[in-house]
């Protein structure tokens, strides 16, 4: 009889843990890790390149990860462009101009135009718009040029981390996907 209760228990583990594995629980808990040590090695990386806002990079890398490298790809491209585009544009307006609701209205549409001329899509325009947002009004005791620098350096290190993590390690596939292709 205890060997019964012993084996049913037994049992009732592994079918839990089954349930567990199988489940959609489990494809969410190994992302959530995926994600979690590339945002952290991404702050890391900025630390170590001594950069003054490193939370850029973890945050890009947060925005970057996907499931699949083929789905990082596009966003990774359209971030980078269209921060280097509005980190450029920004430094630029930022020498010749103050910070002011004008200035910044018609910066941000002229980015736009920028963005256009370039062949891009709306995602490289917000994330520009982003980025020449945070270079032209936000607070800054150093030189435009050196705040664009940094904002793309960090946006950077985030895109590179997650990529880099995305294809060394990539998502599991769901079960149901991974049933539809046999």
Not at 23 to 30: A, D, H, S, T, Y
Not at 90 to 103: C, D, I, K, Q, R
Request: aromatic letters at 10%.
């Amino acid at each position: 009889m205890p060997s019964e209760k012993k084996s049913n228990i037994g049992n009732t583990w592994g079918a839990a843990w089954a349930r567990f594995t199988d489940g959609p629980v489990w494809p969410v808990l190994i992302h959530s890790v995926r994600t979690a040590v590339a945002a952290v090695l991404s702050i890391l990386v900025a630390r170590l390149a001594r950069l003054p806002e490193a939370y850029w990079a973890g945050i890009t890398t947060l925005v970057i990860t996907q499931s699949s490298l083929g789905a990082a790809l596009p966003i990774s491209f359209d971030r980078f462009m269209g921060t280097a585009l509005g980190c450029l544009f920004a430094a630029l307006v930022a020498n010749y101009f103050g910070p002011s609701a004008a200035v910044y209205g018609v910066s941000v549409f002229l980015l736009g135009l920028l963005i256009a001329a370039s062949r891009l899509n709306r995602s490289a325009y917000r994330l520009g718009g982003v980025a020449l947002t945070i270079v032209l009004l936000i607070p800054r005791t150093g030189a435009a040029w050196g705040v664009a620098f940094h904002r793309f350096a960090e946006v950077s290190i985030g895109i590179v981390v997650a990529l880099v993590l995305t294809a060394i390690w990539p998502d599991p596939e769901p079960p149901a996907s991974a049933a539809a292709k046999k």
